[in-house]
């Protein structure tokens, strides 16, 4: 290796600025091997891996663990460079490139691009692409895109995207979209939007949603599905009185002749 | 009675109370029939029960019983006194 | 047992009289689908249920119905009070008028008598429970059509509270019967989450 005198870097910068040189010119991250797919840990940078290695008197290309398609264990401290095997180089393609901000990275999620605000990202949430503000992001949320502004985000809320300006969102809410900042909640109707009172802290779920009962994906045959009421802000006694119910998402009034079509007088 | 026949006071609006306590109170209790788990219907069922028990005391003492057990007066039996609640003037 | 209360569920308050009319709204008291076929039928239902949500239900709904009942006979007493031989003759009340003079008897617009084959007890909850939901559907329709044939505003509130009512029931049977499926499945699908098979749809130990 070529040591100018001149160059003021420590050993280790030294080291690690000349091997980030042969990645840069064609080498893979030092890596030589196919992607990672296991479990990795936080990472210091490639140059103080292969620096401690070539410190050690290590062969700074196979001072890398290597690793095989399936092997999903790391004994190395330093997670792994990330590089596929098509001599993807360091600073170069980024195009499966893993950008961790923080310790604790999921797996298996897929093979997207992942970016992680918070500590504990979910796994298993499908395919797409996740952003989370929020500490607790819910897994097992269906395939769409999340966006979560408050920490307990529901899971199980169907396909919908769901946005949520108070804590406690309601579960099992159907496939609504929801807005909450007022005091009427209404459930169950396609074209009712929810609103929720900011003095009503449990939001919708708890009374009415199934403990055990099947989803309506899995609802079996010969078996006549009647969705669940979910308990929400009810009328004043004296106007349930007006509508015949206490429930807005019960309150169905009767329009007119429409029924009799084909049946009535008329042509 | 001509207590009833006071359209804007006394009897009549408390019997219209009552009557919007109690079918509260009805739906209420139907859906806890359903969801017996539920805190918040059956926190709301003790609100509405409480308030209907007190509006059915204060009509009992000033205008007659709602059930059997409502006849306040020691000299008079009062359950039988008209109108009752079929008839125009009762409602 | 039952304790009476002397107050409608929702005040009847019809100015006019109108016996024509009173003829066709009979059939909620004593028809096909009406509120005493309705009481009848869940109070009957629930001595067999084995289980206590739908025992109260049942309880619950058919004591409702009562009150239903009530509402509907003040409604046909309110609409024959005070009428003249005029007002009688030739409408299609004088057939009820002949038997019952003013008096309010259960009976179907048909002329057809109340009579239990109207409703149905089945001892199975499955089958009690979709003979309620049903028995609400048709009872929401009766009212639809006594809304059609009537404009006056004193019949037209009650009316319109009572088909409410069977929305509400409706919904309520339902929910039983979805509370109901996953503790006694039908036998033909059982579900793979339902690893105790409960199979207590009725009282029968077979």
Excluded at chain 1, 45 to 55: I, K, N, Q, T
Excluded at chain 1, 189 to 197: F, H, L, P, Q, V
Aim: glycine share 10%.
């Amino acid at each position: 290796m070529y040591i100018d005198n001149n160059d003021v870097r420590t050993p280790r910068e030294r080291v690690g600025g000349e091997l980030l040189r042969q990645a840069r010119e064609g080498d893979s991250c030092g890596c030589e091997h196919r992607n990672r797919t296991g479990v990795t840990r936080s990472g210091t940078s490639v140059e103080d891996h292969v620096a401690r290695s070539l410190v050690n008197g290590l062969d700074t290309r196979h001072s890398m663990p290597t690793y095989a398609d399936t092997d999903t264990e790391h004994s190395d401290e330093h997670s792994d460079c990330g590089c596929d095997g098509d001599n993807t180089s360091y600073g170069g393609n980024r195009e499966n490139r893993m950008t961790r901000d923080n310790e604790h990275s999921g797996c298996g999620c897929g093979n997207e691009r992942m970016t992680r605000d918070s500590e504990h990202s979910g796994c298993g949430c499908g395919n797409e692409r996740m952003t989370r503000d929020s500490e607790r992001s819910g897994c097992g949320c269906g395939n769409e895109r999340m966006t979560r502004g408050s920490e307990r985000s529901g899971c199980g809320c169907g396909n919908e995207r769901m946005t949520r300006g108070s804590e406690r969102s309601g579960c099992g809410c159907g496939n609504e979209r929801m807005i909450r900042n007022s005091w009427r909640s209404g459930y169950g109707r396609s074209d009712y939007r929810m609103t929720r009172t900011d003095t009503y802290e449990h939001g919708g779920c708890g009374c009415g949603t199934d403990n055990g009962s099947w989803g309506l994906h899995e609802h079996p045959l010969a078996i006549v599905y009647s969705p669940q009421q979910v308990w929400r802000n009810v009328y004043d006694p004296e106007e349930g009185m007006e509508h015949g119910t206490i429930f807005a998402e019960l309150d169905l009034p009767f329009y007119g002749n429409d029924n009799m079509r084909g049946g009535g007088c008329r042509g | 009675m001509d207590k009833h026949n006071n359209c804007n006071t006394g009897c009549n609006a408390l019997m219209r109370r009552i009557r919007a306590l109690d079918f509260a109170i009805q739906e209420t209790v139907l859906y806890l029939d359903a969801y017996p788990d539920c805190a918040e219907a059956l926190e709301h069922y003790h609100k509405l029960v409480c308030e209907r028990n007190t509006a059915v005391a204060e009509y009992e003492q000033q205008c007659g019983p709602v059930t059997i057990f409502g006849n306040t007066s020691t000299s008079k039996w009062q359950w039988i006194n008209g109108p009752w609640p079929w008839h125009y003037d009762a409602n | 047992m039952w304790i009476y209360e002397k107050k409608l569920q929702y005040p009847v308050k019809i100015k006019n009289c109108n016996p024509a009319l009173a003829n066709v709204i009979i059939s909620q008291l004593g028809g096909p689908d009406g509120e005493l076929g309705a009481s009848m039928r869940y109070l009957n239902q629930r001595y067999s249920m084995p289980y206590d949500e739908v025992v109260g239900i049942l309880t619950d709904v058919g004591s409702e119905e009562l009150a239903h009942l009530e509402m509907v006979a003040a409604i046909i007493h309110q609409l024959t009070r005070n009428l003249s031989e005029e007002d009688i003759k030739g409408t299609p009340f004088a057939a009820y008028f002949v038997d019952h003079t003013t008096g309010v008897y259960p009976i179907a617009a048909s002329g057809v008598p109340f009579d239990a084959k109207i409703f149905a007890v089945k001892g199975d909850i499955i089958a009690d429970l979709h003979e309620d939901l049903a028995a609400e559907q048709k009872a929401r329709v009766t009212y639809d059509n006594i809304l059609r044939l009537t404009d006056d505003p004193d019949v037209r509130e009650p009316i319109k509270f009572l088909r409410a009512r069977e929305i509400a029931h409706y919904q309520r049977f339902g929910e039983t019967k979805r509370e109901l499926s996953s503790k006694s499945p039908n036998a033909e699908s059982p579900h793979p989450r339902n690893h105790k098979r409960i199979n207590k749809l009725s009282n029968v130990r077979m």
